[in-house]
Every structure is written in C-alpha cells, then in structure tokens.
C-alpha cells in the first residue's frame, strides 16, 4: 500500500521560505518519479518540480532559481524548497509518484500515487 504524506506547508510573507516534505511509504523511493504539483482555487494542478527515474530533474517556468526540489532515499523523503516565495505561489501543494512518466511530460499531473496535500499560502 503506497502513501505519500506530506508536511511544512503554512502561511508566510512574500519574500518569505517554506520547506515541503514528502514522506513515501510502500514504494521502492530511490528508483521512482517523484513530484511537487500545486493547485490554485478554481484551477487545475500544475506541475511545479519533479525528478524522473533517473534522477533528472524538471521546473515550471515560473519557479525556477526560486524553488529546489531535493530527495533523501534513506529517509525516503522528497523536499521542496521554496524561496522568495510570491503571492501567486499560494495553493495547495501535492506530492506524487510513479515508476515512471514519459519523457517530455514529467510536469504533468498523470502520476499514480498522490498525497492528501498541503496549503501554502503567501501574502
């Protein structure tokens, strides 16, 4: 049974940091695909940051040089830092994974496993 369980979400300023983390239990973590995906009130989930199986990273246009996604495979913990955070990067923010997603679309929201996901707001 795979769960993803994330946490640090919360409210800051703008200009403010935050740290995600996602837990992942059940999956094999340090060969599978792994994500940050956020969704904006009203909006669809967008991909924000994600590492394919081999370890590539892919970002949004609109979070790159601020947001770093990292990963612990001892701890089988995935990170996002979040740095001169905006107010339009307030949302709620979801973990993901899959065993694999197809080259070219590692920012979209198709993978299998989510968690139940955590507010970020900024103001």
């Known amino acids: 049974h795979v769960q993803l369980v994330e946490s640090g979400g919360g409210s800051v300023q703008a200009g403010g940091s935050l740290r995600l983390s996602c837990v992942v239990s059940?999956?094999?973590?340090?060969?599978?695909?792994m994500g940050w995906f956020r969704q904006h009130p009203g909006k669809e989930r967008e991909g924000v940051a994600t590492?394919?199986?081999?370890?590539?990273?892919s970002y949004a246009d609109s979070v790159k040089g601020r947001f770093t996604i990292s990963r612990d495979n001892s701890k089988n913990t995935l990170y996002l830092e979040m740095n001169s955070l905006k107010p339009e990067d307030t949302g709620t923010y979801f973990c993901a994974a899959d065993s694999a997603v197809v080259p070219g679309e590692e920012l979209q929201p198709d993978f299998s496993y989510w968690g139940q996901g955590t507010q970020v707001t900024v103001s």
């Open positions: 059940g999956y094999t973590f340090s060969s599978i695909c």
């Open positions: 590492f394919d199986s081999d370890g590539t990273t």
